[in-house]
């Protein structure tokens, strides 16, 4: 099952928005946060990031939703820390982050795979609200 | 293809979490799911299709399902809607 | 170039923390206004990280070291930015303990190489790759006409402050600044300015 990773400047939005998808989730999947810095201010930390998608990974690849601004440099800096296989297989979701982990989520309960996952994710830019 | 009507009694809705678990539940099945209402139809199995339905409570929809298991397909979907997801 | 490693990390360091009221007030106009802080709380934890551990002499071990701290303790685009390139600078200096002119031009290719990459970014869109690039190419020029390393240096660092007065000068096309276009005018990049200022850092203790 692809594994969902959510990268926020902070922590307490990370963690709320990984609450929120855990309510849909299968039991078995992995839904990672990577909010905050390593000390709890405001920010995003590469290492966390690279930690939290080692840790998403059960061998079908990770979904990674980001805030804003520096959540996708540093994501993306996480991925030089990860070994060449895990690096092949994970992907950063164009999405808003909690609509897009909330439909990563779903999508990945059902088995999808890593693109239909992210795809799912990006859909998520075109939901209305009202 | 099995065609039946349901109205939506659960205080959410068709949102968030109960359409996760329609869309779950949908997926386990083989055959094709299809929801309606409003004059809008969805794929069943698919999240953002049945969030993008906004299927508020006392909404009455069609939920069709094709293919070989179709009928446990439908009383599964149908059982989970009246049991109103297991909000109350 | 001799001299103390950390000595030189540790000026760079006072520097950049010395100017973190400045940094910021560049970002404030412009961008989120944290540049100085987010630069200042990276190179207090390269502080608080090298004076804690054991000495040593690897320069590219111990640009290794920087570059992963500040990786994890800037917090902005900054910290991935300028962590890459002391770990792609880390790479030409492995195993070393004196730079010349040839590694330290090696060195400066990759850091900006990499800042290219994480950045997505070029010259001329009013980043730090506006003072990096300039600095880089007079301290190739230097170093292929037989200059020493401090004047090879202090090329770059002349280039380096020539190079944030061309970013007054054009629109930001990359990172938040963006956002304003046109208004961006008139500022100078925070971003540049950083980069700038390690350059003096180093040029100053090179020259005490």
Not at chain 1, 107 to 129: D, P, Q, W
Not at chain 3, 22 to 44: C, P, Q, S, V, Y
Request: hydrophobic share 45%; charged share 20%.
């Amino acid at each position: 099952m692809v594994g969902v990773v959510i990268v926020s400047h902070s922590q307490k939005v990370a963690e709320g928005i990984r609450e929120m998808a855990l309510q849909m989730s299968a039991p078995e999947q992995k839904i990672i946060a990577a909010g905050g810095m390593a000390d709890g201010g405001i920010g995003t930390d590469a290492f966390r990031v690279s930690e939290a998608i080692v840790s998403a990974d059960t061998g079908d690849g990770v979904a990674i939703m980001v805030d804003l601004g520096s959540a996708v440099l540093s994501t993306e800096t996480a991925f030089e820390f990860l070994d060449e296989e895990l690096r092949s297989k994970v992907q950063i979701a164009d999405a808003p982050i909690l609509e897009g982990a909330i439909s990563a989520v779903v999508e990945a309960s059902l088995g999808s795979n890593l693109a239909a996952v992210v795809a799912t994710a990006e859909g998520a830019r075109t939901l209305n609200k009202c | 293809m099995i065609e039946i009507q349901v109205t939506i009694t659960n205080t959410s809705g068709l949102h968030a979490r109960p359409a996760a678990q329609f869309v779950q539940k949908a997926a386990a099945f083989k055959s094709k799911v299809k929801i309606a209402a409003n004059n809008k139809v969805a794929d069943g199995k698919s999240i953002l299709a049945v969030m993008s339905m906004g299927l508020k409570q006392n909404t009455q929809i069609t939920i069709t399902t094709e293919g070989e298991d179709e009928k446990e397909c439908s009383k599964a979907l149908e059982d989970m809607i009246k049991s109103k997801f297991g909000e109350e | 170039m001799s001299g103390n490693l950390y000595e030189v990390i540790s000026a760079v360091g006072e520097m950049i923390i010395g100017n973190r009221q400045k940094l910021t007030d560049l970002d404030a106009a412009i961008g989120d206004g944290d540049h100085g802080i987010n630069m200042a709380r990276g190179f207090e934890a390269v502080k608080a990280k090298l004076q804690g551990m054991e000495m040593e002499s690897d320069i590219g071990k111990v640009l290794k070291i920087v570059g992963m701290t500040l990786i994890s303790s800037v917090g902005g685009a900054a910290g991935p930015l300028y962590g890459t390139a002391f770990l792609r600078a880390a790479a030409p200096s492995q195993g070393k303990t004196e730079l010349d002119t040839q590694t330290i031009g090696l060195m400066l290719e990759a850091a900006i190489a990499g800042i290219k990459e994480r950045g997505k970014a070029t010259t001329g869109e009013k980043t730090m790759l506006d003072a990096l690039v300039p600095a880089y190419e007079a301290f190739q020029d230097g170093a292929n006409t037989g200059k020493t390393v401090t004047a090879c240096l202090e090329l770059a660092y002349e280039a380096a402050q020539q190079g944030v007065e061309f970013t007054k000068t054009i629109i930001a096309t990359k990172g938040r600044a963006s956002y304003l276009g046109e208004r961006s005018r008139g500022h100078q990049d925070p971003g540049a300015t950083s980069s700038y200022i390690m350059l003096k850092a180093l040029v100053e203790y090179l020259r005490r």
